[in-house]
T-cell receptor
Framework: DAKTTQPPSMDCAEGRAANLPCNHSTISGNEYVYWYRQIHSQGPQYIIHGLKNNETNEMASLIITEDRKSSTLILPHATLRDTAVYYCIVRPHTGANSKLTFGKGITLSVRP | DSGVTQTPKHLITATGQRVTLRCSPRSGDLSVYWYQQSLDQGLQFLIQ???????AKGNILERFSAQQFPDLHSELNLSSLELGDSALYFC???????????????FGPGTRLTVL
């Protein structure tokens, strides 16, 4: 079972920031938070991951709360091409288990 | 383009048949993963190979098998196909074997299997 909960859907206006929440209240100390997205039946695409500090790359920013029980993925200037299902996944940082366990994700709709 | 290739893109077959899906990982990646995405089950991990050896198994049916060859490409064999096997099958690859901060998985475009 997925160890994260996400709202089923949200929308935002093109050009605005999209803030996608994720709860992972049972996360353990050796688990990272990963975000992937899937655009209309294409293969999932890696976005970003983090342990406890905020992270930023060319695609997005990841804000993890101090207690690590929740996080927010931020797309700073959403475009129509960002319409996708976004998956928040927790995965061990070390060890042999490298599989990804996907939940239902959150469907982001970016409107013109 | 993730660098992971999968063939064929689409496959239509009948119940009871056997099919083979093929995956070529990104250059330099030693791990290959297979995932199944169906409407009712979502994205599910099936199996992982690392440098030719099986490393982890998920919810893979006994009718399904996989292998990774010396050139690191992988094949997923599905036999005695049932209607419920209709799904998208994704292959992913990564550099390393286990968990690790920089062992991200990169997914291919998938093979859409339709069983009639």
């Amino acid at each position: 079972d997925a160890k994260t909960t996400q709202p089923p859907s949200m929308d935002c206006a093109e050009g605005r920031a999209a803030n996608l929440p994720c709860n992972h209240s049972t996360i353990s100390g050796n688990e990272y938070v990963y975000w992937y997205r899937q655009i209309h039946s294409q293969g999932p695409q890696y976005i970003i991951h983090g342990l406890k500090n905020n992270e930023t790359n060319e695609m997005a920013s990841l804000i993890i709360t101090e207690d690590r029980k929740s996080s927010t993925l931020i797309l700073p200037h959403a475009t129509l091409r960002d319409t996708a299902v976004y998956y928040c996944i927790v995965r061990p940082h070390t060890g042999a288990n490298s599989k990804l366990t996907f939940g239902k994700g959150i469907t982001l709709s970016v409107r013109p | 383009d993730s660098g992971v290739t999968q063939t064929p893109k689409h496959l239509i077959t009948a119940t009871g048949q056997r099919v083979t899906l093929r995956c070529s990982p990104r250059s330099g990646d030693l791990s290959v993963y297979w995932y199944q995405q169906s409407l009712d089950q979502g994205l599910q991990f099936l199996i992982q190979y690392y440098n030719g050896e099986e490393r982890a198994k998920g919810n893979i049916l006994e009718r399904f098998s996989a292998q990774q060859f010396p050139d690191l490409h992988s094949e997923l064999n599905l036999s005695s196909l049932e209607l419920g096997d209709s799904a998208l099958y994704f292959c992913a690859s990564s550099v390393g074997e286990g968990a690790g901060s920089y062992n991200e998985q990169f997914f291919g475009p998938g093979t859409r299997l339709t069983v009639l």
